[in-house]
């Protein structure tokens, strides 16, 4: 059973392009985190998504960023314009958590290093 | 609103002694809380996860306590291994949410 898989690894682009990173969560996880990660800082919530719906996105910046998770296809987090503050690690987690469930551990991809330039 | 502290911020432990880290949070209204670790530039690993209704977990040389009335969490490691020197982080979802609240991490280096 493969883990969760994030890519592209490492991505480099310049101010004002678009960012496009990608989650694949675990088999038979239908539940997807992402964090951000600034240097020298802990991780930070973004957004908590289920298939086809955003259920928590209290910590997305309000401009630039969007996050889906559509039915078939991995997770996309997607950053319009990017800023040198930006620049950060993204990661992104999976469950299996379901509302009935009380078991929800969070397992995480290796992220996605985003540099502006 | 629930913030969660990690002490101490950095450890520096001779190999084969035990230690403890320890977290603490605002809120008692968790749904649960999990300790992982961080190597560096790497993603996250999943070491332990209490559920609110439990006290401790253990997974080998790992053992992890949970008490909410207090808001506190503990990692304890036993003889620490070199292997081991890593940034542990806490994190807690508060009930009523999925919203993760992570520490600031503790930054343990074990000497050989």
């Known amino acids: 059973n493969a883990g969760v898989m994030q890519n592209p690894r490492h991505l480099v682009r310049r101010r004002g392009q678009e960012a496009r990173l990608r989650c694949s969560p675990m088999?038979?996880?239908?539940?997807v985190y992402w964090y951000r990660q600034l240097p020298e800082e802990g991780l930070k919530f973004m957004v908590y998504?289920?298939?086809?719906?955003?259920?928590?996105e209290s910590g997305m910046p309000k401009e630039r960023f969007s996050a889906e998770f559509p039915k078939e296809g991995p997770s996309i987090l997607r950053i319009q314009q990017v800023v040198r503050g930006d620049s950060a690690a993204y990661f992104c987690?999976?469950?299996?958590?379901?509302?009935?469930?009380?078991?929800?551990?969070?397992?995480f991809g290796p992220g996605t290093r985003l540099t502006v330039l | 609103k629930q913030e969660v502290t990690q002490i101490p911020a950095a450890l520096s432990v001779p190999e084969g002694e035990n230690l403890v880290l320890n977290c603490s949070f605002t809120d008692s209204a968790i749904y649960n809380l999990q300790w992982f670790r961080q190597d560096p530039g790497k993603g996250l690993t999943s070491l332990l996860l209490?559920?609110?209704?439990?006290r401790e977990q253990t997974s080998g040389r790992l053992n992890a306590s949970l008490d909410k009335s207090s808001g506190r969490s503990t990692l304890y490691i036993a003889a620490s291994q070199p292997g081991d020197s890593a940034t542990y982080l806490c994190a807690v979802i508060n009930t009523g949410g999925f919203k993760t609240i992570f520490g600031a991490g503790t930054r343990l280096f074990v000497k050989a």
């Open positions: 998504l289920q298939k086809e719906n955003i259920i928590d």
């Open positions: 209490i559920q609110s209704s439990q």
């Open positions: 987690a999976s469950s299996p958590l379901s509302r009935k469930s009380s078991y929800n551990e969070q397992f």
């Open positions: 088999k038979g996880h239908s539940h």
